[in-house]
Structures are given as C-alpha cells and as structure tokens.
C-alpha cells in the first residue's frame, strides 16, 4: 500500500488461500482441505499467512518449500500457484525482474496442466504489476484472458476488477473505474477480508484523485478497520500511511503526525527501511510544526529498524 499499485498487490497472495488445488489430468491428486492438507498445501497456507504479516523472510521460506513439496509430489497446479505466490513476493520486495520472470513460469506451468483458475489468477498478477511500471496496454491485454478464464464471482473475479478499476485510473477515466468497483463489490466478496479492504482503498484512492478528501479519509478509515480484523500488517501501515498525506494535503498536521508515526511504526517492525527513510524527516518536520516531541517515536522506529525489537517476528 506503499502507493497505487502496492495496496493492491497485497491483496492478491491472499487469495492463494481460497483456491483448491486441483491437479492436471496426468497428475496425482492435491488436497488443500484444511482438515487434511497436503505437505505442499500447508506450506503454501504458512507462507500466504506470513505474506500477511509483512514478513518477507519467513513468507519466502515456506512459499520456497511449497513450491519443492508440489514439484517432487508431481503436482502441476500447485506448482504454478506456488510460482504465482512467489512471484507476488518479489514484485512486494521490489524486484521486479524475478516477478516477471516467476509469472511467466506460473503462467506457462497453469496453462500447460490447464488449470484456468492458476492461469487468470498469474495473468491477473502481472497485469498489476504492468500496470505499476506503466505498460497499461500490455496490461490490459492481460487482464482481457483472465477475465475470460476466471468466469464468475468471488474474491479472484473481484482482483480482476479492481485492476481495472486502478487502469482506468490510470487513464483519468474515474467515473469507469468506480463502476468496476461496484461490479467487484458486488461479485460475492466476504467481508471482512483482505480483497475487501482493497476495494476500498481502491475506491478511496478515486476520491481523493479528484479532490472528495472527505470521502476518500471515511473509505481509508473503513479499510483500515477491515485490515485490523484480518490482522494484515502491512495494509494497516499502507492506510495509515495515505491517510496521513491527505491530513497534510488538508492542512491538518497533528493528524498527519498520529498516522504517519503509526504507519512508520508498523513499517519499522516488518523491516521496510526504504519508507521508513522516506518519511523520517517528514515525521520530525511535522513534529517541529506542531510542537510535538517524536524522539520517543524515533528512538524505537531506528531501534526496530537496526534489528532490535524485543520480540522480532519478522526474522
């Protein structure tokens, strides 16, 4: 949620956790049953769970294991959905070299096992990440195939939506892209969820492009509440950030300071010292404009940063 595009990557591995994993005709059966899953299903499901929290080092390692159970089992669509999943990771860590070339993997391994599911959700992925590097064209084509492959409701069709609410965006088309909004909202997405809080946040981001910050402050706030009851970390620090900037756009600085130094917080304990540093001085210009003393905030944000937290979850 670090900008446009990062909220709505976020979302995307969640979905990870929903999909069956049905194998390829020529494959042995996969079971994703929560009551009796597989060895490459429970990994997926730990890796999806600590994507969630933020923590790339530990997500990493079990979507890595997933993907080896998945290959030495001879399961396709796993393998393709464990692609996906790291492919997802990378884009988040910002290396964008490897997500492409993970989402060219999973797109050819899906479409090889014709697995249509796996080859939406992978073309789905990337068209957000074209997206984000501006390949708007490309990206469009992308999601063109996936809407045709996914067919339906639910929290995948709704993703599909959503990215091209934020393409239409992207062209200044606002009015298009709350329509596919409404579409997404109403194609049988749970609530709360994380693809949930997505929509809204999607939705915030069209209010504020065209000035309604009111608007856009109560949808951030709806989806930072729908982040906290899914305990999804780096959605809340996403909101709370872009929350802050329209507190400052509207000239309210001590709300901006509150959110901003949560935001940074939750950043600095997940070990995202790239916005950490990109706002710090901010944090402290605001706290000089207020008259407010942050070197209490500061001290712990520097000490979670240079990996001193009490209890370091994330490595």
């Not at 210009?285 to 209490?296: C, I, K, P």
Request: hydrophobic residues 45%.
């Amino acid at each position: 949620m670090i900008h446009l595009i990062g909220k709505y990557g976020l979302a995307i591995i969640a979905l990870m956790a929903t999909w069956g994993l049905c194998a390829c005709a020529t494959a042995p059966k996969a079971t994703s049953s929560l009551a009796n899953p597989d060895t490459g299903g429970r990994e997926l499901q730990r890796g999806i769970y600590w994507y969630q929290q933020g923590c790339t080092p530990k997500a990493l390692s079990h979507l890595q294991a997933a993907h080896e159970h998945f290959s030495l089992a001879n399961q396709p669509a796993g393998v393709a959905r464990s692609l996906t999943s790291l492919a997802n990771l990378y884009r988040q860590a910002g290396n964008p070299e490897n997500a492409l070339l993970f989402y060219d993997a999973a797109i050819s391994t899906a479409r090889r096992c014709d697995d249509q599911a796996a080859t939406a959700q992978a073309l789905s992925n990337k068209a957000a990440m074209l997206i984000d590097a501006g390949d708007l064209s490309a990206a469009e084509a992308l999601l063109d195939e996936a809407q045709l492959l996914a067919r339906g409701t639910g929290p995948s069709a709704a993703m599909i939506l959503n990215h091209r609410a934020v393409l239409a965006m992207k062209t200044l088309h606002y009015d298009e892209a709350l329509a596919l909004l409404e579409e997404a909202e109403s194609s049988g997405v749970e609530k709360p969820s994380i693809v949930a809080a997505t929509l809204r946040y999607t939705r915030a981001k069209v209010a504020q492009k065209t000035g309604d910050y009111e608007r856009a402050m109560d949808l951030f706030r709806l989806a930072l509440e729908q982040d906290r009851q899914m305990g999804f970390s780096r959605g809340m620090a996403g909101d709370l950030l872009a929350m802050a900037a329209i507190h400052q756009q509207m000239g309210r600085s001590e709300e901006a300071l509150d959110c901003l130094e949560q935001s940074l917080k939750i950043h600095a304990l997940l070990g995202n010292g790239n916005i950490v540093l990109e706002n710090l001085e901010r944090l402290e210009s605001l706290a000089e404009q207020t008259g407010s003393d942050a070197r209490v905030a500061v001290h712990f944000i520097n000490q979670w940063l240079a990996g001193e937290a009490v209890d370091v979850v994330c490595r």
